[in-house]
């Protein structure tokens, strides 16, 4: 399947740490990137590749993948990290598809 | 700063086509690193990716909107487009353009505020 699938929803108390997942077959060829909304506001990059992160995201967002799976953390989820959470990713015929998204609550 | 910017009608009749427009400033579309790419979100949904397009004018399309869309590069005036025909109502969308990093980590680093499109009957 060329789908990614997200969770709907996760919750993370403040300061706690938070594993957000996106599975999916074109992961184990392609890695994934991964992008915060807020309401209202366009998409914004906060990891790509192996674990990259774009100038100006904090260090306590950090990214990993195992076989059809990619993972985004957050260590230590501030107040402001509250938002919904999409995986994209590329397959072979370089077409690209985003997760569902996760709406991360933190408590 | 690179930075996008959509533009075009914010109201679409009902069979008839969509077309959107995507300047890019603070650098060049002629870059054969990155592909230009449209994303959309209905409301209170989740992403979507259109298409993307190389300055070259090779694209990519999703194959579940591929017989509706045409995406153009018109590098003279450094902007991008979308033509999606026979909308409805589920077309109804905030549509961004961003820039894609389209190797095997691909990415869309730069994006667009997004404009909101409503198809009307």
């Known amino acids: 399947s060329s789908e990614l699938t997200q969770d709907p929803a996760v919750s993370v108390a403040l300061g706690q740490t938070v594993r957000i997942t996106c599975q999916g077959d074109?992961?184990?060829?392609?890695?994934a990137s991964w992008y915060q909304q807020k309401p209202g506001q366009a998409p914004i990059l906060v990891m790509y590749?192996?674990?990259d992160r774009p100038s100006g995201i904090p260090d306590r967002f950090s990214g990993s993948d195992s076989g059809n799976t990619a993972s985004l953390t957050i260590t230590g989820a501030q107040a402001e990290d509250e938002a919904d959470y999409y995986c994209?990713?590329?397959?072979?015929?370089?077409?690209?598809?985003f997760g569902g998204g996760t709406k991360l609550t933190v408590l | 700063q690179l930075q996008l910017q959509e533009s075009g009608p914010g109201l679409v009749k009902s069979s008839e086509t969509l077309s959107l427009t995507c300047t890019v400033s603070?650098?060049?579309?002629?870059?054969?690193?990155?592909?230009w790419g449209w994303i959309r979100q209905p409301p209170g949904k989740g992403l979507e990716w259109i298409g993307n397009?190389?300055?070259?004018?090779?694209?990519y399309y999703n194959p579940s909107l591929r017989s509706r869309i045409t995406i153009s590069v018109d590098t003279s005036k450094n902007h991008f487009s979308l033509k999606l025909t026979s909308v409805t109502a589920t077309d109804t969308a905030v549509y961004y353009c961003?820039?894609?990093?389209?190797?095997?980590?691909?990415?869309?680093?730069?994006w667009g505020q997004g404009t909101l499109v409503t198809v009307s009957s």
């Open positions: 994209n990713s590329r397959d072979s015929s370089g077409n690209h598809r």
């Open positions: 397009i190389y300055y070259t004018g090779g694209t």
């Open positions: 961003a820039r894609c990093y389209s190797g095997s980590s691909s990415h869309f680093d730069y």
């Open positions: 590749g192996k674990n």
């Open positions: 603070g650098g060049s579309i002629n870059s054969s690193t990155y592909f």
């Open positions: 074109s992961l184990r060829g392609y890695y």
